[in-house]
């Protein structure tokens, strides 16, 4: 990886992640590393180490480091994440939109509570919607490892940052139309099918709300993003990133897809919120491609010969007088 965007990446992220937990504790909510927590602490900096001190000279050394570089960002990234949602529901003044966003669905022609019905009828599918709304966890370690192998640093850093743009955008829009999640909202904590993400998450939404003071492990944290999906918002960023590993392309889309498909259900979220994480990642992508850009262009004219570059500078002005 670039070393000079790699450790502003580094700063950024933890300098983040600093800022989300005393904004937390500044509300009443404590969290304490826990024991993964510490875990994640030890690792980055051992890993950060051997990055900016030792700097090894061999390629496949300097690969097997952008990969875990990449996949220490990307949990120091979510856990920060995880922290600036658990703010949003805390400091949120909005009431909760879920029948808002049933509405929204209706309007399109969707109706979740219908298709929840069938679905949760449907067994035999209940398994393999399961494993796909997990991937989540999974792919990010095929991109990472794919991208970094592969020697394609760039790309590797332009979707670690799409991710954390994807992942702030999701949680500033959440501030405004918070949520509980249509199975909450249509069967409480008893539904007849439970989905992969349960419905524990309830209680700490409704806890946080409540503006007691909470004290919670980093490993406990759930995640409370209704509307958009972040979900949705990986799928698309995860297909995205993996088209341009040519063998991996094709199955992290199928995964993908059918991750998005899924979510509805085993996610419980609704069908907007599909929409908006997919236009959420769409904007990530748009703006971090021109981002990645324009720092392409100023590296070449950095690479220009003085006279060259200030030849270039002078050709309009040669234009307009001939």
Request: proline letters at 6%; aromatic letters at 12%; hydrophobic letters at 55%.
């Amino acid at each position: 990886m670039r070393g000079n965007s790699l450790s502003l990446m580094w700063v950024a992220a933890l300098g983040a992640l600093l800022v989300a937990n005393f904004a937390l504790s500044m509300t009443g909510v404590h969290v304490s590393p826990g024991p993964k927590g510490l875990v994640l602490g030890w690792s980055a900096a051992f890993w950060l180490s051997l990055c900016f001190i030792i700097r090894p000279q061999c390629r496949w050394a300097r690969r097997v480091l952008a990969a875990g570089n990449g996949l220490l960002l990307l949990s120091v990234i979510g856990v920060t994440g995880a922290l600036l949602s658990y703010y949003t529901v805390r400091v949120s003044p909005f009431p909760l939109a879920d029948t808002v966003l049933y509405r929204a669905d209706l309007t399109i022609g969707l109706d979740w509570l219908a298709v929840y019905r069938s679905y949760a009828g449907f067994s035999p599918v209940h398994l393999l919607a399961n494993r796909l709304y997990l991937t989540i966890f999974d792919t990010p370690y095929v991109i990472v490892i794919g991208l970094a192998a592969a020697g394609r640093d760039d790309k590797l850093l332009t979707f670690i940052g799409a991710f954390a743009i994807g992942l702030l955008l999701t949680i500033l829009v959440s501030f405004f139309l918070p949520a509980a999640s249509p199975v909450i909202h249509f069967f409480g904590s008893s539904p007849p099918y439970v989905p992969t993400t349960g419905t524990g998450y309830y209680p700490v939404l409704t806890e946080l709300r409540s503006q007691r003071i909470m004290h919670v492990a980093s490993h406990e944290l759930f995640g409370l993003l209704t509307f958009p999906s972040f979900h949705a918002v990986s799928a698309v960023l995860f297909a995205w990133a993996g088209w341009s590993l040519r063998y991996l392309r094709w199955p992290v889309l199928a995964v993908n897809a059918g991750m998005l498909v899924v979510t509805p259900l085993e996610g419980s979220h609704y069908f907007v919120d599909l929409i908006a994480g997919c236009l959420v990642a769409l904007a990530a992508i748009v703006l971090v491609e021109t981002c990645a850009r324009q720092a392409r262009q100023r590296r070449s004219q950095a690479l220009l010969p003085v006279p060259t570059a200030a030849m270039a500078g002078l050709e309009p002005y040669r234009a307009l007088a001939e």
